[in-house]
């Protein structure tokens, strides 16, 4: 029965969710059940196609990703895969009819990973951010309204800025291994070679600026996404924080971390807020 391989296509996008990240796998796991593997589904989409552009240095990346980019468009197109991650991803595609544009523009961002390494100017700088983060919340904000076209369009500049928010931490956060290991500089106007506390309180206040607009969005998100979300939020912000107060030479030469410890202290304290109706 396909079921069965259904369920094996969402399994493995769980798995691929917690075996890449224990951060946004724990966050998800906040969610109601009814909407939790859907998001597992995205994730596993997205961090494939990411994979193969940062990751696959010893194979043709051009060549992997245009394969991929094939087996996306027969997914999507015959509703079944046998990519269990495409097949899962393409049942989330169709049950909550995500816009292709915005699978489109994912995909365009993702490509440029192939051949561009520097965004000299701001409008390329948002282009970029648009396709790989800004989409990326708006495909998780359809599955959360479930079809809601109202509150969708409600909430969809704060899905955009929450995802923007999350993207740029992780900029600056793996500024090394972007910079080092894939010479890659996604911050215009900012030389990361000299970086300095004036040009990365720049960068953190327009993230700042970011997080205020998203958390205007996650007060008014349904009830079953609004925690996860929250969690998300919380997270991010705080490995902000460190950040913040971490020297611009160390993030040059290290990856700034928020411990497990801490992760579940914000869980706990995420949950206290949630359940006092404080988000």
């Known amino acids: 029965m396909k079921t069965i391989f259904d369920n094996v296509s969402y399994q493995c996008s769980k798995v691929v969710t917690e075996s890449y990240s224990t951060s946004f796998a724990l966050a998800t796991k906040m969610l109601g059940t009814s909407i939790r593997s859907d998001i597992y589904n995205i994730y596993g989409f997205v961090r494939f196609a990411d994979e193969i ?9 051009e060549s992997l990703f245009a394969k991929f980019e094939q087996s996306l468009e027969d997914a999507l197109t015959d509703r079944i895969s046998l ?3 495409l097949n899962a991803f393409q049942h989330t595609y169709h049950t909550y009819e995500i816009p292709r544009h915005l699978v489109d523009s994912f995909m365009k961002s993702m490509k440029m ?7 000299r100017t701001e409008a390329e700088y948002k282009e970029y951010i648009y396709g790989s983060a800004d989409v990326v919340g708006l495909m998780c904000l359809k599955v959360f309204v479930k079809g ?16 923007s928010a999350f993207q740029k931490v992780n900029f600056l956060r793996d500024l090394k291994a972007d910079f080092e290991g894939l010479n890659r500089t996604y911050f215009p106007n900012t030389n990361l070679t000299e970086l300095d506390e004036r040009s990365k309180k720049q960068i953190v206040d327009e993230i700042r600026a970011d997080f205020a607009s998203g958390y205007e969005g996650i007060e008014q998100l349904p009830n079953e996404a609004k925690f996860g979300v929250y969690t998300a939020y919380k997270y991010y912000s705080k490995l902000l924080q460190k950040l913040q107060n ?28 949630y359940k006092l109706n404080l988000v």
């Open 246 to 273: 971490t020297p611009p030479l160390e993030i040059k030469n290290a990856r700034i971390r928020v411990p497990n410890y801490q992760k579940f202290g914000l869980l706990a304290k995420s949950y206290v807020n």
């Open 148 to 163: 809601d076209e109202a509150r969708y369009d409600e909430l969809k500049k704060s899905a955009m800025s929450l995802g």
């Open 83 to 85: 990519n269990p991650i």
């Open 53 to 61: 552009v940062d990751t696959f240095h010893d194979y043709d990346k």
């Open 113 to 119: 990973d192939l051949h561009k390494s520097v965004y």
